[in-house]
């Protein structure tokens, strides 16, 4: 889950529970006012009737009970039940002769002078009356109808404020928590776009004052400490390249001069014929590294053209076919493309043809077959050239390296090369903004895919 939903999340269940706290409190406080209120009209009522029954002389019980039934305050459900010192019942305000109660009830409303309880959903108070004359037990119950839909009003109100408080509360945390969090996003979108070549971007540092640009600040700082070493490191490179291919080209001018005095002493010829390859190998890894280091120095230098995909690999396979007559290059369509522009590409001849035969010579070399295949294939955005081998295969492990330069995988081992070649056709794609990928499997073969936009 991303920050900004939790943070929502969170905010939303913190308000929620402080929402729902505050309705059940609202909720049991008028419940417990409601019922202090009623009991208080059951208690006047009671006390009301046992004085009228009382003080008023000769008030007859019928009369009474046709007051009490007709009054303007009458509850629904009301009953009030007069009992004396015997337990008999001297007055009930419902006809219903029936009505018993048990003597502990009675018995307790005389020892705690006053009680409050539930009869069902009716509220009930026992009251001691006591006059001039005998004590007297009051029992009144009634049903509190207004008290009871008041406050159903008040829970159904409850319910939907919480319910439209929740659905504010989810909107308003999504909107704050992406608000608070959009300068981390917009961080984020600018570091995604930083890659080893363009160390030098800066993030934006906003007001220079906040967390996030202090956090911006620092990753300014880490982003030029390592733009600086990536600056040495290629420099180094590309001097030391620089200035090892003079004295190379010299060590081998003078290796062939002196093979001229080799000609009667065999081992002096080996000896000079070893230098003399050594010195090539030399000579091809400075070429290399000095290539690299400058294709990083200056990557916009390079010469486009337009070129026929068909064209350059017709080309790369005669000149491989030219320094190892052995190898066998075959070049095939997947599909014939129906628009000739579909195998035309922008970029640099020489380049995208130093990828080909780099990827071709290692199809042969690396398959005792000696064989590659070539497959040429379009879409309505991309041309692609496909390399297969049916040769030694690279392991699962080696193939997130293979594209490192001075990488070989050990079962190459027995094969000329020093794991460069690779490094530099990546390096060539990248330039000409295509991709270039590799599947294989060990023992049964290669495929190096190349992809680059047509015109
Ligand atoms: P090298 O000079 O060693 O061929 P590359 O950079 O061209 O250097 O290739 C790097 C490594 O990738 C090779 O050493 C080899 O282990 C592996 N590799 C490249 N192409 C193939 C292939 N077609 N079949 C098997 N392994 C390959």
């Known amino acids: 889950m991303k920050i900004k939903e939790r943070i929502a999340l969170q905010f939303t269940?913190?308000?929620?529970?402080?929402l729902l706290i505050f309705s059940l409190a609202i909720y049991s406080v008028s419940e417990h006012y409601r019922q202090e209120e009623f009991y208080d009209r059951l208690k006047s009522r009671a006390q009301t009737t046992c004085r009228l029954l009382v003080k008023v002389q000769g008030i007859d019980k019928h009369l009474l009970k046709a007051i009490d039934q007709n009054t303007l305050?009458?509850?629904?459900?009301?009953?009030?039940?007069?009992?004396?010192?015997?337990?008999?019942?001297v007055y009930s305000s419902v006809d219903?002769?029936?009505l018993t109660?048990?003597?502990?009830?009675?018995?307790?409303?005389?020892?705690?002078?006053?009680?409050?309880?539930?009869?069902?959903?009716?509220?009930v108070i026992g009251l001691l009356y006591q006059d001039e004359s005998e004590p007297l037990v009051v029992l009144a119950s009634a049903y509190d109808?207004?008290?009871?839909?008041?406050?159903?009003?008040?829970?159904?109100?409850?319910?939907?404020?919480?319910?439209?408080?929740?659905?504010v509360t989810i909107g308003l945390g999504i909107y704050f928590a992406g608000n608070a969090l959009r300068p981390i996003s917009r961080i984020n979108e600018q570091v995604s776009l930083?890659?080893?070549?363009?160390?030098?971007?800066?993030?934006?540092?906003?007001?220079?004052?906040?967390?996030?640009?202090?956090?911006?600040?620092?990753?300014?700082?880490?982003?030029?400490?390592?733009?600086?070493?990536f600056e040495q490191q290629k420099s180094f490179v590309s001097h030391a390249s620089h200035e090892l291919r003079t004295p190379l080209a010299a060590l081998k001018s003078e290796i062939q001069l002196g093979q001229r005095f080799t000609k009667n002493n065999a081992e002096l010829e080996e000896v000079f014929a070893n230098l003399f390859s050594d010195t090539e190998r030399l000579i091809s890894i400075t070429n290399s590294l000095l290539f690299l280091a400058r294709s990083y120095e200056n990557s916009t230098n390079f010469k486009m053209t337009t070129i026929h995909i068909e064209d350059l690999v017709f080309v790369a396979k005669d000149e491989l076919l030219t320094?190892?007559?052995a190898y066998r290059v075959d070049i095939d369509y997947e599909r014939i493309p129906e628009n000739g522009n579909e195998t035309v590409v922008k970029g640099n001849e020489e380049l995208l043809k130093r990828v080909l035969v780099n990827l071709l010579d290692n199809a042969c070399k690396y398959s005792s077959d000696r064989h590659a295949s070539i497959i040429i294939s379009t879409d309505p955005k991309f041309c692609t050239v496909k390399v297969k081998d049916n040769g030694i295969g690279i392991s699962e492990n080696d193939l997130p390296h293979i594209f490192?330069?001075?990488?070989?995988?050990?079962?190459?081992?027995?094969?000329?090369?020093?794991?460069?070649?690779?490094?530099?056709?990546?390096?060539?794609?990248?330039?000409?903004?295509?991709?270039?990928?590799?599947?294989?499997?060990?023992?049964?073969?290669?495929?190096?895919?190349?992809?680059l936009e047509h015109v």
């Open 73 to 89: 305050s009458e509850m629904l459900d009301e009953k009030v039940l007069i009992f004396d010192s015997q337990n008999e019942m």
């Open 101 to 123: 109660y048990q003597a502990s009830l009675l018995d307790e409303v005389r020892k705690e002078r006053y009680i409050e309880y539930h009869q069902g959903e009716n509220e």
């Open 323 to 325: 320094s190892h007559p």
């Open 96 to 98: 219903d002769k029936l």
């Open 13 to 18: 269940l913190l308000v929620a529970a402080i």
């Open 404 to 451: 490192d330069p001075f990488f070989r995988a050990t079962q190459a081992a027995d094969q000329p090369g020093f794991g460069i070649g690779l490094s530099i056709c990546q390096r060539i794609i990248e330039l000409h903004h295509g991709t270039i990928s590799v599947a294989s499997e060990m023992g049964v073969g290669s495929e190096f895919k190349v992809q």
């Open 145 to 167: 109808t207004f008290g009871h839909s008041k406050l159903t009003n008040l829970k159904h109100t409850l319910g939907w404020g919480l319910l439209a408080g929740i659905a």
């Open 194 to 229: 930083i890659t080893a070549q363009n160390l030098s971007q800066k993030l934006d540092e906003g007001d220079r004052k906040d967390e996030i640009a202090q956090l911006a600040i620092n990753f300014n700082t880490v982003l030029a400490r390592l733009n600086n070493a």
